[in-house]
């Protein structure tokens, strides 16, 4: 950790502080400045291209013996502990996956190039993937957990992608409250975060079929990002030409949270 920084400083904190140090002294309250505001999101934007290139596919997270898992550790989080979040509820026999191709035009719909549905049975007779690996939660704790599913790359790569389809959008069946109301959850990673090899869509936790306490029927497990970035109860995945952001992005957060 540098120097410079306070014990425990996060990503956000250290955008702040950069930021900050371009504005005019005396500028105490950098959220209630538009120009502030719009400085902090550059920042963003460079942390995000900046983590993008330091990344790489072949840089693995660090596994764990089977015996290893925490599930004392891992806590139910998200809109399952949020008063006033909602679960959109499907029988498991009618749940589908859709996973899609599409062009966006300053965030709307403009084209769709493919669109396929997987069923859960679908989803289980795909090569499969386990792996022990730790789970990083931005609140500050952390698990080892085990999760079998099939890779998110392998998924991708079915079919044949257009050279500006850049963006990876999750849109999951829990709707969480944010200034804008009730609204499902959502996240965007890059492509290239995307293809990482240890990125799974989970469907069993520890040996056991997920709980809908931790995502179920399908989640996304990535160790190579933080835990937010995970999402849960999966229900569409759109590879796109923009990035739409998310549910925390919309509301300060980093896109760029990898390790």
């Not at 942390?47 to 660090?62: C, E, F, I, T």
């Not at 599930?71 to 026999?93: A, D």
């Not at 493919?114 to 789970?135: C, G, N």
């Not at 970035?229 to 739409?244: P, Q, T, W």
């Amino acid at each position: 950790m540098s120097q410079g920084l306070p014990p425990r400083a996060g990503r956000r904190g250290f955008l702040k502080l950069a930021a900050s140090s371009l504005l005019m002294a005396g500028c105490s309250r950098l959220n209630d400045s538009e120009t502030a505001q719009s400085v902090l999101s550059f920042f963003d934007r460079w942390n995000h291209q900046a983590g993008l290139m330091l990344d790489s596919p072949y840089r693995l997270a660090r596994t764990y013996p089977r015996e290893a898992v925490q599930p004392e550790q891992m806590r139910p989080n998200g809109s399952v502990v949020t008063p006033g979040s909602q679960l959109v509820q499907t029988p498991e026999e009618e749940w589908t996956l859709t996973v899609g191709e599409v062009r966006l035009a300053n965030g709307k719909m403009a084209q769709t190039h493919w669109r396929e549905e997987y069923t859960l049975d679908q989803l289980r007779r795909l090569p499969a993937l386990e792996q022990t690996v730790e789970h990083v939660c931005v609140e500050g704790w952390s698990a080892i957990c085990h999760w079998k599913g099939l890779t998110l790359a392998d998924l991708l790569r079915r079919r044949p992608l257009r050279p500006e389809s850049r963006y990876v959008f999750f849109l999951c069946d829990d709707l969480m409250r944010s200034p804008r109301g009730m609204e499902r959850y959502s996240v965007t990673l890059d492509l290239h975060q995307a293809l990482h090899p240890q990125n799974v869509l989970a469907y069993e936790y520890n040996g056991e079929k997920l709980t809908p306490a931790h995502g179920a029927p399908l989640r996304l497990a990535s160790p190579v990002n933080v835990g937010w970035k995970s999402a849960k109860y999966v229900r569409y995945i759109f590879v796109m030409n923009e990035d739409l952001g998310g549910f925390w992005e919309a509301q300060g957060y980093p896109r760029y949270y990898g390790f």
